[in-house]
C-alpha cells in the first residue's frame, strides 16, 4: 500500500501569512513578533525539506532550536498582546495577535492553550465584525482550523505507535473530528485563498494518518476503509489542483 507523502513545504505558507504594515509605533514590537514567527516557521519548512541542513550542523538538535524560535515568538506576541490589547483592538490587528498566539502554541504543543487562544480570535473577530469593521477571511480560516490542526498532530503521533498497540476506533475518532473541524474551516474561503491549500494539505496530511491505522483491519473490512480514505484523499488532491 501507498500511502500519500505530506507536501511540506507548504509550512512556509504560515510565515507569510500574517503580515501587516506597522505604521504606529506599538506597532514595533508586534512587528518583532511577527518577524520571530515568520524566522521559526522559515527554519522549520528548511528543517522538514532538509535543505540548507548545514546550517544546523552546531546544534544538538535542530527540531529543538526550531521549537525555541517558535517559544520566543510566543513569548513576543503575548506580551504584544497583553500590554497593547486595546491597541490592537482598535486597530483591527487583535485577532491576527491570537493567530499568531495560537498557532505557536500550535507548534509547541500547548495545545489547550492554542484551542483556548484560537477562541479568544474568533471572539475578537465577531467582535470587530459586529462593530462594522473589515474581517478577511484568512485570520478566521485559520483560527478555525486550529483544532483540526491539532487533531492531524495527534493522529500521525498515534499511528506512530506498534500496530499492536493502536486502536483503530481511536484514531478513527480523532481524524473524523479533525477533517470536520478543517472542513469548517475551508468553508469560509474563497477559491484561490493560500490558506486553502494549507489547509487542504493538511486534510492530505490527517486522511494520511487514516490510512496507515486501516493497514491494520482484517481482511475485507479493511479493504473497504482504505480504499474510501483513498478516494477521500483523491477527492482533496482534485481540489488543490482545482
Known amino acids: 500500500m501507498q500511502f500519500f507523502k505530506r507536501p511540506i513545504a507548504i509550512y512556509f505558507l ?41 546550517n544546523f550542523a552546531d546544534l544538538v538538535s535542530p527540531e529543538s532550536q526550531v521549537r525555541i524560535k517558535y517559544l520566543t515568538a510566543l513569548e513576543d506576541i503575548d506580551n504584544v498582546i497583553k500590554s497593547g490589547e486595546a491597541k490592537l483592538e482598535a486597530d483591527g490587528l487583535l485577532a491576527s495577535a491570537y493567530t499568531i498566539k495560537a498557532l505557536c502554541e500550535w507548534k509547541v504543543e500547548k495545545y489547550k492553550q492554542s484551542e483556548a487562544t484560537a477562541r479568544k480570535g474568533l471572539e475578537s473577530l465577531a467582535k470587530a465584525k459586529s462593530a462594522g469593521q473589515d474581517v478577511p477571511p484568512r485570520d478566521s480560516a485559520i483560527l478555525m482550523a486550529i483544532p483540526g490542526l ?25 481524524v473524523s473530528s479533525g477533517i470536520n473541524d478543517l472542513d469548517a474551516a475551508l468553508n469560509g474561503l474563497p477559491k484561490g485563498h493560500p490558506v486553502k491549500k494549507y489547509l487542504l494539505s493538511s486534510k492530505l496530511a490527517i486522511l494520511e494518518s487514516w490510512l496507515i491505522a486501516s493497514a491494520d483491519l482484517k481482511g475485507q473490512e479493511g479493504k473497504e476503509a482504505s480504499q474510501k480514505i483513498m478516494k477521500m484523499q483523491e477527492e482533496v488532491r482534485k481540489e488543490i489542483k482545482g
Request: with cysteine; charged share 25%; glycine share 2%.
Open 14 to 54: 504560515i510565515g507569510l501569512l500574517l503580515s501587516v504594515s506597522s505604521c504606529a509605533p506599538y506597532l514595533n514590537d508586534y512587528s518583532s513578533a511577527q518577524a520571530s514567527f515568520n524566522e521559526a516557521a522559515q527554519m522549520d519548512n528548511e528543517l522538514k525539506l532538509k535543505k540548507n541542513i548545514e
Open 150 to 174: 491539532i487533531k492531524a498532530d495527534q493522529a500521525a503521533k498515534l499511528v506512530k505507535a506498534p500496530a499492536e498497540e493502536r486502536n483503530y476506533q481511536a484514531i478513527e475518532t480523532k
